[in-house]
């Protein structure tokens, strides 16, 4: 089989058969392929896309390119199911969401990614946690997993090989955007997760990769429909990400407002209702739980009785992490030597995400190099939600730095990322709509 027909069937715009698919995949893994060939097939499906049973046969193939996990010796009694983000900020929700729906019954193996692009990454917050250790291998994953009933721990580099480098040469060749390549990259790695059902948070807005409302439902019905050819049940919520998630960013900063809502001391509104409609929706497709108000309600419960802390006391403790973290955060995160707060006037109008973010970043609290250190303690407190009125003493948010030149200059990225006016109604769910087919 030559590379190069199957390039041309998809520079033509035909489908790929399923031992086309597989040829390039293993030649992915083995890197028996070369870069410019695979470039050229990324350009091609960028520009002619993929059917639906064209990724869920890509994403099969790439999912058995490395490592799958199988849960199916480990006696679970309950199902095996996750949750994953496209990608938003302030998002903190994994860490919440986990021991939520582990105290209701599901078991939750979630490998997570770094921060990408302007997003912040659930593996890099839950390293802001002293002695967490987010690579401890798969037999201890497993065993935590079983054990607890959840385990937050990042990707490694056998699971979906294929995908990895796949994904590698997608991102400098401007291919990256590709609905069902994005599809597949996500969901190989769900799949070779060994988990049975799924639950996407698909965001939309100015701090989200899908910027419209018709992308997201668009990248929605791509993930639903690609991992149903791919045997995963799936289900989609998009949710609003015109602003912060929660009231903090920042590696350190978000896991003290996630320790902060698991003790049920204080829940930010947006934040309580994405997490909670997400972990009742993780309840529903993996049958735990036919009513979603049921469900809705469990979850509740989990947080207020105390049980989803407990779970993350012992999923921390069995990571390596202290023992009384959840009770005592404060005293074990970074906490950055400089705290200013940003003052502006009027009701808050917008706020641009994306430049949020890579405000972020230029403190420190992000890469915008592989490997770069990150400052664990800085970011932003205190952000106040769209539709608050300013008038001097209420800050638009605190800013944590390293120093008071770096405060002066994420305080001013802050300000040139939000507008306010005199006066103006706010109206925005952060539920924007359950999705459990495609259309």
């Known amino acids: 089989m030559l590379l190069t027909d199957i390039i041309r069937t998809k520079r033509d715009g035909g489908a790929l058969t399923d031992a086309q698919i ?46 799958v996990l199988d849960w199916s010796g480990e006696e679970l009694d309950g199902p095996v199911v996750d949750k994953h983000s496209t990608g938003g900020v302030g998002d903190k929700v994994s860490f919440l969401l986990a021991p939520i729906v582990a105290a209701c019954g599901g078991y939750v193996p979630m490998i ?74 996500i969901l190989s790695k769900k799949i070779a997760a060994g ?3 799924l639950v996407m948070d698909v965001k939309t807005g100015s701090g989200a990769f899908m910027d419209t409302l018709e992308r997201s439902r668009e990248m929605a019905e791509s993930l639903i429909s690609t991992a149903a050819h791919a045997g995963l049940n799936t289900h989609a919520v998009l949710t609003d ?9 920042g590696n350190a900063l978000e896991i003290q407002e996630a320790m902060t809502f698991l003790r049920n001391d204080k829940r930010d509104a947006r934040l309580d209702k994405v997490t909670i409609t997400l972990c009742a929706e993780m309840l529903v497709v993996s049958g735990i739980e036919i009513d979603r108000a049921e469900a809705l309600r469990r979850c509740e419960e989990a947080v207020t009785s105390g049980r989803a802390a407990e779970i993350f006391s012992q999923m921390c403790s069995s990571l390596g992490g202290p023992s009384d973290f959840v009770e005592n955060s404060a005293k074990y995160l970074a906490t950055a030597p400089v705290v200013q707060p940003i003052y502006t006037t009027g009701t808050l109008s917008r706020v641009d995400g994306r430049a949020l973010g890579n405000a972020i970043i230029e403190l420190s609290g992000g890469r915008q190099r592989v490997g770069e250190e990150i400052d664990w303690s800085v970011g932003f407190s205190q952000v106040a939600p769209l539709g608050t009125v300013l008038d001097g003493e209420r800050p638009l948010a605190l800013v944590h730095a390293s120093s008071d030149e770096a405060a002066e200059r994420a305080g001013n990225r802050l300000l ?9 109604q706010m109206e925005a769910p952060v539920i924007i709509e359950i999705m459990t087919e495609a259309t």
């Open 416 to 424: 040139e990322a939000c507008a306010t006016e005199p006066e103006v």
């Open 22 to 67: 597989q040829f390039v995949v293993d030649g992915l893994a083995d890197q028996s392929i070369p870069a410019e060939q695979i470039s050229s097939l990324a350009m091609a499906i960028f520009l002619n896309s993929m059917d639906f049973s064209e990724a869920g046969k890509l994403t099969a193939a790439m999912a058995g390119s490395g490592t």
């Open 112 to 185: 997570s990614g770094r921060g990408l692009g302007h997003t912040g990454g659930t593996t890099d917050k839950a390293e802001s946690i002293p002695g967490y250790d987010t690579a401890p291998g798969y037999e201890k994953f497993k065993a935590v997993v079983k054990e607890v009933g959840c385990a937050i721990i990042g990707q490694t580099n056998d699971l979906a090989p294929a995908d990895r480098r796949f994904y590698g040469i997608r991102d400098v060749t401007a291919t990256v955007e590709s609905i069902p390549l994005i599809t597949a990259s």
């Open 241 to 249: 990400m015109n602003q912060v998630l929660g009231t903090t960013v």
């Open 195 to 197: 988990i049975n059902s």
